[in-house]
């Protein structure tokens, strides 16, 4: 019998654009992903070696991975959700809570896409012209919304969102996801008001400071009623042995995540001078910086780089702005040193 796949899809799949990595080269310096190319702690390292023989037991320190994430949140352990990246966990909001989805424009593309993939209807706002976060229009297109998503320090842009435009938000009464992926980079959080709010969701990763993109581990704090109901519709393996017992010897090593924090943080504000004498460039507060290369297309910008082997993040035009943007990573010191190198020959 023949098959009809066209019959048997949801129709909804085929309108999903899905998520497309940053491109990856041996050899190639990689600026594209906002990774942090310092690398993981030395004892992260060490962990995963000793633990290596160990692969055929399934995931079970999950309650050990929550009591030290919440420790270096001051928290508790029931405010804490473990997840294989801030991927899964957008993904478990979407389960728990009705739509539809709210988010804005340029941001995160997975909130547009989870919400496609899970048949929910999603709307978005455009930031402003110069990507300052918009709170009246949004607070106004939030009436007819149920799942509220804001990035600060928001990717691409780096900008961040005040908090007192979090706590009006929170005001509406409906579940405010904060992405706080690059929360290190920016060391504020609107987690002060996880205690008046029940509906504030936030999301963090391992991905970026800590440097452990590879392995997939993240984490939401929440109310500890939220958090419940995320774990009732997670996958009880989703967090590998690997991945948990990585966060866990990051976390015996915060100083060492610092440290390289900082570096970056630094090289941040030299790039941003550097970068400013060619193109438009934004201020960020996240471990990446937005330019914008006009008249030189994205595209352009990426080709000329790629020739001397750095590969940066081409996004093109958002709808709604003028201009030609790419993502810049913020590398190494000697990742930079040479990035700027290679501009001054462009």
């Known amino acids: 019998m023949d098959f009809e796949l066209g019959s048997r899809v949801k129709e909804h799949i085929y309108d999903v654009d899905p998520y497309i990595p940053g491109e990856m080269v041996e050899g190639y310096i990689k600026l594209a992903s906002n990774e942090n190319n310092y690398g993981p702690s030395p004892k992260v390292v060490e962990a995963l070696r000793e633990y290596a023989d160990r692969v055929n037991i399934y995931p079970y320190m999950n309650r050990e991975v929550r009591e030290a994430i919440a420790e270096y949140c001051n928290l508790s352990r029931e405010n804490i959700t473990a997840g294989n990246g801030s991927d899964e966990l957008i993904e478990l909001v979407l389960k728990v809570f009705r739509g539809p989805v709210l988010y804005f424009n340029p941001t995160f593309g997975e909130y547009r896409i989870c919400s496609q993939i899970l048949g929910e209807k999603c709307s978005y706002i455009n930031l402003e012209q110069d990507f300052s976060f918009p709170l009246n229009r949004y607070l106004k297109k939030a009436e007819k919304a149920n799942i509220l998503f804001l990035c600060s320090p928001n990717n691409p842009t780096g900008t961040v969102i005040p908090l007192k435009d979090i706590e009006k938000i929170l005001e509406l009464g409906k579940p405010a996801v904060v992405d706080e992926a690059y929360f290190e980079f920016y060391g504020e959080t609107s987690a002060s008001l996880l205690e008046e709010h029940g509906n504030l969701i936030i999301l963090r990763t391992f991905s970026k400071a800590f440097a452990l993109g590879g392995l997939r581990i993240g984490y939401a704090i929440s109310s500890p009623e939220v958090a419940g109901l995320l774990y009732k519709v997670k996958q009880p393996f989703s967090v590998n042995s690997f991945a ?47 330019v914008d290369s006009s008249p030189m297309t994205s595209q352009e910008l990426f080709n000329r780089l790629y020739e001397k082997k750095i590969i940066v993040r081409r996004l093109g035009s958002f709808p709604g702005f003028r201009g030609e943007y790419t993502r810049i990573s913020v590398g190494s010191s000697e990742e930079n040193r040479k990035l700027i190198q290679a501009l001054d020959r462009i």
Do not use: G, H, T
């Open 244 to 290: 948990e017992v990585a966060a866990l010897a990051a976390l015996e090593d915060v100083a060492f995540m610092k440290k390289n924090v900082e570096k970056i943080k630094e090289d941040r504000e030299m790039l941003y001078r550097k970068l400013s004498d060619r193109f438009r460039v934004y201020e960020s507060d996240a471990n990446f910086i937005l």
